[in-house]
Each structure stands twice: as C-alpha cells, then as structure tokens.
C-alpha cells in the first residue's frame, strides 16, 4: 500500500516564497502530482515528476527525490489567490492516483 | 471540450434512498475514475475504468456502492441504501493513457444523507 504525508496548514504572506513538503512509500513509483484546490471546488492539475529533479513551470517549481522518497512544491511571489489546499498524489505501476489529505496554504497581505 | 460533467452538483436526500451520481469524461479519455472526498480522510479512490472496463473497485466501501460505465461517454455511480456517513463530495475525473497525463476533474457533486 502507499503513505503519503504532507503538512496540514501552512500560512505565508504575499510576495513570499513557501516550499511544501511531500514523503511517500510506495511499492512501483511510477510518478508523483501535484494539484491544487480552492475551497469548494475541483483539485486542478499543476505538476508532474517522474525523474528526480526540479521541474519548473512559472512561479511554481516541483522537485523530486525517488531514492528518498521526497517531493516538494515551491511556489514563489506569493498571491492572495495561490490560498488554497495543495495535494500530492503518487502513482503506483498499474493503479489511479493516490492523494496525500492536502496542506492548507493561508497567505495574508 | 466541456471539460468533466458531473450532475447533480448538490443532492440532499434521506437516509434509505437510492441515489445516482452522473459522469460524462472528456471525449477522446480511456480514464475514468470516481472519488469521495471528505475533511477526515481526504480524496480517496473508489473505482476506476479503462475503455469502459472496470479496472480496480477495491476502493468501493461496501455493497451498497456500485458503479458502471456501460459507454465512452457516461458512468454512473450508485449507493443503495444511502447512510449518514456516506456524506461526501464525490469526484469524477477522466484522463488519457500517457505517463504525464494529470487527471481532469469534473466539479463534484456534493451529498448530504440525513
């Protein structure tokens, strides 16, 4: 089975830079997400690792570590609007995404 | 494209009935995949198809909930009797085959069983 762990709460303020955390055991990795999703609505796609490294894509940055079972969401230039749940989701050879609870990312002005 | 169609967005009914959730997928996805999300355990897999095929529904809680996908383009998911703790935002979500590919959501549907 997998494990998958993030921080509940997180709080930043604007312009800030905020790093979230990820850490898994899996059996078969075969790619790790991450998504976003404001408060009552639908968790929309933001990034995909497969290999170890960073992947950078505007004011977020994805960054993973297979050997140690470790992923992390940067997310610079902090805005009022990046407040939200980010999740992580790792994917087993053969299965559906499996989603990490989320970390509740608060930024105040 | 639409993008994930989901109905009802919101259905209140009580406890004993039947309920129906609807999924029509991005035309075009294989994936096919059904969600419930809640505050206590967060978003958790119930079932999932490919080409219309059931794949895994190790997820499904028990009897009560059962889905089908009889075309490429509408899935059903089906509790009966409904529970108090079936309470939940239930996700569809649709994908196509490709390591990269991220899941597109639909908007859910949210239940609530009194």
């Known amino acids: 089975g997998q494990n998958i762990d993030q921080p509940t709460e997180m709080t930043a303020t604007e312009g800030a830079i905020v790093q979230i955390n990820c850490t898994y055991q899996?059996?078969?990795?075969?790619?790790l997400f991450w998504y976003q999703q404001h408060a009552g609505e639908a968790p929309t796609f933001l990034s995909y690792?497969?290999?170890?490294g960073l992947e950078e894509k505007g004011r977020f940055s994805s960054f993973l570590s297979r050997s140690k079972g470790y992923s992390y969401l940067l997310l610079k230039e902090l805005q009022m609007k990046d407040s939200a749940s980010y999740l992580c989701a790792v994917r087993e050879v053969g299965t559906a995404l499996i989603f990490g609870k989320g970390t509740t990312l608060s930024v105040s002005s | 494209d639409a993008g994930v169609i989901q109905s009802p967005r919101h259905e209140v009914t009580e406890m004993g009935q039947e309920v129906t959730l609807r999924c029509k997928p991005i035309s075009g996805h294989d994936y096919l995949f059904w969600y419930r999300q809640t505050m206590m355990r967060g978003l958790e897999l119930l079932i999932y198809f490919n080409n219309n095929v059931p794949i895994d529904d190790s997820g499904m809680p028990e009897d009560r909930f059962s889905a089908k996908m009889p075309n490429a383009s509408f899935s059903t998911l089906k509790i009966q009797p409904s529970e108090p703790r079936d309470s939940a935002v239930y996700f569809c979500?649709?994908?196509?085959?490709?390591f990269g590919y991220g899941y597109t959501f639909g908007s859910g549907t949210r239940l609530t069983v009194v």
């Open positions: 899996t059996s078969g990795f075969n790619g």
């Open positions: 690792n497969v290999l170890d």
């Open positions: 979500a649709s994908s196509q085959t490709g």
